[in-house]
């Protein structure tokens, strides 16, 4: 997917979120490293008031597949009680790390929990999470580029590829 199809996704993203979020300033959670530049994009996009707050989760090592854990190597910065919280993730693939990501930010009683996520890997998923924001979704493929990585590499590619085997 090209940088213009993705604009054209992200501004889908935004409008959807704007709807819903009138008269709210929501903190977008994005997930780190991967959403990076997909955030950055969104909340240009969103042009509305909002807060912006990462957190580092760790549950991959190198390679593809998912280690089956996640850690939190660095949480929030704020409280997030009694606010409307987004998460803004690259990519959504088992599913754990978000359910159980999700299951820790439940706790922390926020007003409103949502999820934007800008790939959807809907054939690999093991847990069932609830995305209300998708921007596209794929097969079984491994994706780089616009943020993302393998092993790391990869991240600065302005457009999103499929990883050939
Ligand atoms: P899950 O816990 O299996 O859903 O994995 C989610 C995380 O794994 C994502 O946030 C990505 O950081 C990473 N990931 C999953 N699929 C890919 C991919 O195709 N390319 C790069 N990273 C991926
Ligand atoms: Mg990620």
Known sequence: ???EQIRDVVDRLAEEIRRDYKQKTPVLVGILKGSFVFMADLIRALNMPLEVDFVILSSYGSGTESSGEIKVIHGLESSIEGKDV?????????GLTLSLFLEELRRRKPASLRL?????????????VLIDYIGVQVQDE??????????????YLPDLYVVED
Request: charge should be negative; hydrophobic fraction near 40%.
């Open 116 to 128: 934007c996520v800008l790939v959807d890997k809907v054939a690999r998923r093991k847990l069932n």
């Open 142 to 155: 491994f994706v780089v580029g616009y943020g993302i990585d393998y092993d790391e590499q990869y991240r």
């Open 86 to 94: 987004l998460i803004v993730e690259d990519i959504i693939d088992s």
């Open 1 to 3: 997917m090209n940088h």
